[in-house]
Structure formats: structure tokens, C-alpha cells
């Protein structure tokens, strides 16, 4: 079995979109490589911390000024010369994509050493290629636990949802192309409401002593977690998202058209079927919630939560697209969601199925 190189690993830490799938996914799989690669985001720490940075390396820029006296006085020092670092410099572009760290990569460059210095240690384990219905009832809802029973959950970026204008400033705020609809349903009417929201992101830092006190206050007892899954993070990003919106005259939507950057999570290094099936494990989650969720495949697929007690789904084909159809039991609302080259659209409004997904298929 090949295992790929230290300077791919190391490259997963600085670039992982310049690693190629068959590697990212023998990395996830393989506990020798998921090793060496914790030995790796550690090196990147600690040269974080010589350059001057404090805190989550992956969030607060770098003391340059700090840095740059500190590594001046240690080269002034008698002592053997450091080795030059065999470690592949990182292209403009990706060091401007991790703009906290660009200052001291900057320091790094300019001693003639490392060019790539202080890089997040994040790793990608899920992002988002389909959608499928998970049905929570009632009873799951009231039941299921707060994520922060199993640690620490810390926002880091908001999303700020706010009106705009019109299309061209929701796209300019967004990103996105806010889809056109063709030909608007019967009984929607006038011009939409447009809505932005900026990049949501949190960060999940488990805990085993706080699943076990969780688990405890239930009256039984947590299963012993993985090798290195205590005091692990994970971050969840989705957005930014662009939305239409038309007004009924009972208030509700009558039709909303939304897109958004699909979610993804990163892991600071265990992979995703791991932290899955622990948590699954744990005393607290439904069991028919967690049987929904473990049928899952392993990667790709977002569930939709999806109240059991009032709302139908059954599946269709938007433009070559396989899609999520919501119905509400009264048939007052539908709803379409799909997910295309990492966004994800959403369809709804007081209207049919049939409507719902006459929009949906007509959208520009």
C-alpha cells in the first residue's frame, strides 16, 4: 500500500485543495498516515508560535514585528546553522486565501528559509454533493441533546442576514448569481424582497469529559472514545447565500428562490466517519435518528431535518439534478432543495409540488 509523501501531508495542512482525492482519502482512512499528519499540523504550530502568532493560528494574524526581532536575535546567536527546510513553498494564491497567515509566511520568505510557516490546521472530511431527508419527530426534537453537552461550540463567523437593494447588490454581497424566475406561478405577484447572508461559521471542540457528564446525568455511561478524538475540533462553514423572496397578503412566503454556498466541515485531523459514529453512540441521540443518520454514506450527503408529523418528501429531477421534495400534510407549502457544484438551492413558497418544481426547472 503507498502511502503518500511528508510533503503531501504537509501540503494537506498549507494547500489541501492542491492534494489530489486518492490521497486526501487514503489519508482519512489510514491510522499510520492520520499519525504522522497530527506530527505535521504540530510542526505548523509551533512554527506559528516562533513567528509570533497567538492564539488559534487559524483565526489571529501574526506579531510580524515580534516574530521578526525574535528570529533576528536567535540567527545573531552562536550555534549550528538550521538546516534549510525542504518544505515546498506555498503559490501567492493560497497564501492570500489564508490572509491571518500571510504576514508571517511574508517573515519566513525573507529569512530564506521555510516558505511555508504558520497554515491552519484544518483538513477536509464532508462536503456537501446531495441532499436526502432525515424525519425528525416531536419527540426526537424535545430529546436530542445540545451539541455543547459534548464540548465547546464557539462562533466564528456570523451570518448577518440583511435586505439589499436588488439582484445585482445581493450578488455582489453574496457572491452568488441570484437565480431568475421565468415565469412567476399563479397568485405570486410584484417584485421580490432580496436577502443576504454572509459566511456562517462554528467551531466544535469535543470533549470526553463532558459526554461522560452528559451521559451520566442519564444514568448510564459513554463508550471510551477513539484514539484522538478527545479535545479534537471540527468546523462547520456554509454560506454566503443570496435569497428572493414575494409577500403573500397572509404575511407567509408565497415564493422564496434561495442559494448558498453548500456546507462543509473541516476536522483538525480525525476523520469524518469516526467522529460520526462516536457521537452516534452516545446515550441522548434517538435511536431512530441515529439508525437514519448511520445509513448515511460516509461523505457527501447533507441531511435535510425534515418534522416527520407534518411534512411528506419524495424525490425528483431538477435539470439532470436529483432533488428533495417537501410537502406540508395540508398541501399549503412545498419545497425543492438541491445541491449542484457545491451550492445549494432551495425552492418554496404556498404552493403546489407541481408549481414548486415548475419553478424550479424554469430558473435562469
Request: contains cysteine; proline residues 9%.
Amino acid at each position: 500500500m503507498r502511502h503518500p509523501s511528508d510533503g503531501t501531508l504537509r501540503r494537506l495542512v498549507d494547500e489541501p485543495a492542491g492534494v489530489a482525492d486518492r490521497d486526501r482519502a487514503h489519508v482519512l482512512a489510514c491510522p499510520d498516515c492520520l499519525a504522522l499528519l497530527a506530527v505535521v499540523q504540530q510542526d505548523a504550530e509551533r512554527s506559528a508560535q516562533a513567528l509570533g502568532a497567538a492564539g488559534d493560528t487559524a483565526t489571529v494574524p501574526a506579531d510580524v514585528d515580534r516574530g521578526w526581532q525574535r528570529l533576528s536575535r536567535s540567527v545573531t546567536q552562536p550555534g549550528p546553522v538550521p538546516e534549510r527546510s525542504t518544505v515546498r513553498r506555498r503559490r501567492p494564491w493560497a497564501t492570500a486565501l489564508r490572509s491571518p497567515v500571510a504576514a508571517a509566511v511574508g517573515v519566513a520568505v525573507l529569512l530564506g528559509g521555510a516558505g511555508a510557516a504558520a497554515a491552519a490546521d484544518w483538513l477536509p472530511i464532508f462536503r456537501a454533493e446531495q441532499v436526502a431527508p432525515v424525519e425528525v419527530t416531536r419527540a426526537d426534537a424535545v430529546q436530542l441533546p445540545d451539541l455543547s453537552a459534548y464540548g465547546t461550540v464557539r462562533a466564528v463567523h456570523e451570518p448577518d442576514l440583511r435586505s439589499v437593494p436588488d439582484a445585482e447588490a445581493a450578488q455582489q454581497a453574496s457572491g452568488l448569481e441570484v437565480p431568475t424566475v421565468a415565469e412567476l406561478p399563479r397568485g405570486v405577484t410584484g417584485e421580490p424582497v432580496y436577502q443576504v447572508g454572509d459566511q456562517m461559521s462554528l467551531e466544535f471542540t469535543f470533549s470526553a469529559e463532558k459526554a461522560a457528564r452528559a451521559a451520566a446525568e442519564q444514568g448510564e455511561q459513554a463508550p471510551a472514545p477513539p484514539a484522538g478524538l478527545d479535545g479534537s475540533r471540527f468546523r462547520l462553514t456554509a454560506g454566503p447565500g443570496a435569497a428572493a423572496i414575494w409577500s403573500s397578503e397572509q404575511g407567509l412566503p408565497a415564493l422564496a428562490v434561495a442559494r448558498a454556498v453548500a456546507p462543509a466541515v473541516d476536522s483538525s485531523g480525525v476523520p469524518f466517519d469516526t467522529v460520526r459514529e462516536y457521537l452516534l453512540s452516545l446515550p441522548g441521540i434517538p435511536a431512530d435518528l441515529a439508525s437514519q443518520l448511520a445509513a448515511f454514506p460516509a461523505t457527501g450527503t447533507l441531511p435535510l431535518p425534515v418534522p416527520a408529523d407534518h411534512v411528506s418528501t419524495s424525490g425528483a429531477d431538477v435539470d439532470g439534478v436529483p432533488a428533495t421534495v417537501l410537502t406540508s400534510d395540508d398541501h399549503s407549502m412545498s419545497a425543492a432543495v438541491w445541491v449542484e457544484d457545491g451550492v445549494v438551492t432551495a425552492v418554496a413558497g404556498s404552493l403546489s409540488t407541481d408549481e414548486v418544481l415548475e419553478v424550479a426547472r424554469g430558473l435562469e
